[in-house]
């Protein structure tokens, strides 16, 4: 039934096929329902490298009919109409239907950092998980995904499954903020957290605001365009 409509529909014109791919879309293929939350992708575009849907724009499917769909942009609530041929060709990610998702965070160390200490950091996890039955699942992998020679730094990816899926969004990403603020005061404790260090000695400010301007020590300003002391 399909083929027969998408031929049908080349054979009017782009317009027309256009418009039966998003029936077709709607019809049978079923991307989502309402209520799911959904990415829309690009699929010519470059392929994004982000670890979560937190870093993407996500919306909620609102309305649908054969022709439009209304979704909503979470972040910040605007409602937006879309053809459905215009996104039957994007690659629409279903968070509603991505069971358990996977989290990731990333570990700095130093590069010194020994075996020993590594073990430690990855053991010390996974028990902080086996004490949180009800957000998550299990420590999937635990390595190291970037060395950095030239600054002395390691970075350890460390991917979990929590027990939702990424419809509950933010439950997912407080949960991913606890963990990793968790495992970051373990490397600190064990003395192996790279710092990053940001020289500023080279900042240079080109003209301050009349109000901005620097006070000389134990000088606050007088109401009246003069200096009294505090």
Not at 5 to 16: E, H
Request: net charge negative; hydrophobic share 40%; with cysteine.
């Amino acid at each position: 039934m399909s083929t027969v409509l998408v031929s049908f529909a080349f054979a009017l014109g782009p317009s027309a096929a256009k418009l039966i791919e998003g029936m077709i879309m709607i019809a049978f293929r079923r991307p989502f329902d309402l209520g799911d939350r959904i990415s829309i992708v690009d699929c010519t575009g470059a392929p994004d490298n982000s670890d979560d849907p937190g870093y993407h724009d996500t919306w909620i499917v609102e309305d649908c009919n054969l022709f439009t769909t209304t979704i909503r942009l979470s972040r910040t609530n605007e409602v937006s109409t879309v053809n459905n041929g215009n996104i039957a060709n994007t690659r629409i990610v279903n968070h509603g239907r991505s069971m358990r998702a996977l989290v990731n965070i990333h570990l700095d160390m130093k590069l010194n950092v020994t075996h020993e200490q590594v073990q430690i950091v990855k053991s010390t996890i996974q028990q902080y998980i086996r004490d949180s039955p009800r957000v998550w699942v299990s420590l999937i992998n635990f390595r190291i995904s970037n060395v950095d020679v030239a600054n002395d730094r390691v970075v350890y990816s460390v991917r979990v499954q929590h027990v939702k899926s990424w419809q509950d969004l933010l439950p997912i990403l407080q949960a991913k903020g606890e963990l990793e603020k968790f495992a970051t005061e373990i490397i600190m404790r064990l003395g192996i957290h790279f710092e990053h260090f940001y020289d500023t000695s080279h900042v240079y400010v080109k003209e301050l605001p009349e109000q901005a301007e620097l006070l000389s020590p134990g000088v606050v300003p007088n109401n009246e365009g003069g200096e009294k002391p505090p």
